[in-house]
């Protein structure tokens, strides 16, 4: 079974802060497979990040993806209001698609 | 544009059997481009991926829910379904549709907006 383990659990960070979020795999995530959303309360998850680094229509260029193998990272580069929010990871592997637990950045 | 939307009940008894609509609009469910799939969110907690279809009919399916759970699409009328059996209330979650993109790594690109199933006696 696939494991997405993401960190920090939350975030506490305030408005203007660079936000760097982590996602490990517990095996090697096939090249390009690497995507991140976010989830505000009562919403449906956006899609942020697809294959590893590519923004999604419309996100803005202060959210980044980097990463590779079982290390990856999202980082928002300064919080803006309406980032605060649930990021998760997910990863395809072998027609299976697993999510990380996700990690809620919060208003400090 | 596409837009997903999902229907059901959202009120079940324990050991009933759960059947959601996934209504694909703006866009043909037919494309080779596209896996379609649900997902889940209990109360509080996280994502959890229940499985996904393709147009042609191939399914893929959670290991820990494959047991009880089917899904299958119906081109003619342009949407999928999700049938999970033999509910407990640790079914009790946020149902979500996806469309799922092949053309960029298989992310969940866009999404329905939800709906709540409770099971309870």
């Known amino acids: 079974e696939f494991v997405l383990t993401q960190s920090p659990g939350t975030l506490s960070l305030s408005p203007g802060a660079r936000a760097t979020l982590s996602c490990r795999a517990g095996?090697?995530?096939?090249?390009?497979?690497l995507a991140w959303y976010q989830q505000k309360p009562g919403q449906a998850p956006r899609l942020l990040i697809h294959?590893?680094?590519r923004r999604a229509t419309g996100i803005p260029d202060r959210f980044s993806g980097t990463g590779s193998g079982t290390d990856f990272t999202l980082t928002i580069s300064r919080l803006e209001p309406e980032d605060f929010a649930v990021y998760y990871c997910?990863?395809?592997?072998?027609?299976?698609?697993?999510f990380g637990q996700g990690t809620k950045v919060e208003i400090k | 544009q596409l837009q997903l939307q999902e229907s059901g009940p959202g009120l079940m008894k324990p050991s009933e059997t759960l059947s959601l609509i996934c209504t694909v609009s703006?866009?043909?469910?037919?494309?080779?481009?596209?896996?379609w799939g649900w997902i889940r969110q209990p109360p509080g907690k996280g994502l959890e991926w229940i499985g996904s279809?393709?147009?042609?009919?191939?399914?893929y399916y959670s290991e820990s829910l494959k047991s009880r759970v089917t899904i299958s699409v119906d081109t003619s009328k342009n949407h999928f379904s999700l049938r999970l059996s033999s509910l407990t209330a640790a079914d009790t979650a946020v149902y979500y549709c996806?469309?799922?993109?092949?053309?960029?790594?298989?992310?969940?690109?866009?999404w329905g907006q939800g709906t709540l199933v409770i099971v309870s006696s």
């Open positions: 996806a469309r799922i993109n092949r053309g960029c790594y298989d992310p969940l690109d866009i």
């Open positions: 703006g866009g043909s469910i037919s494309s080779s481009d596209f896996y």
């Open positions: 279809v393709y147009y042609i009919g191939d399914t």
């Open positions: 095996q090697t995530v096939n090249a390009g497979y």
């Open positions: 294959s590893v680094s």
């Open positions: 997910q990863q395809y592997d072998n027609s299976r698609w697993t």
